[in-house]
């Protein structure tokens, strides 16, 4: 399963839309587990925005597993970053 949430916007947008995207996807553990930490991670990061800053943020991962063994390999890549200048 793989998973992906992106938005552009002021800080509290960005966070409620990536909330609800991440909301939609429902994975296998422990890639559940790891896509609900890093969510809350980012959600925590917005709030140290100031008030009407602009951001990008954009999140995936992905999770393969061995059919042999068991075991799952998880990928995982997260980029938050700043707009400043951003004009309405």
Known sequence: MSWNVSAIGRAAGVAD???AEAARYTCMEPEDTIKKGVVAAILGALTAFPAGAAVRVEASGSQSGSA??????NSLVVKIE???G???
């Open 17 to 19: 839309r990536i909330a």
């Open 68 to 73: 042999i063994d068991g075991k799952a390999a």
């Open 82 to 84: 700043p707009l400043w």
């Open 86 to 88: 951003f004009i309405d």
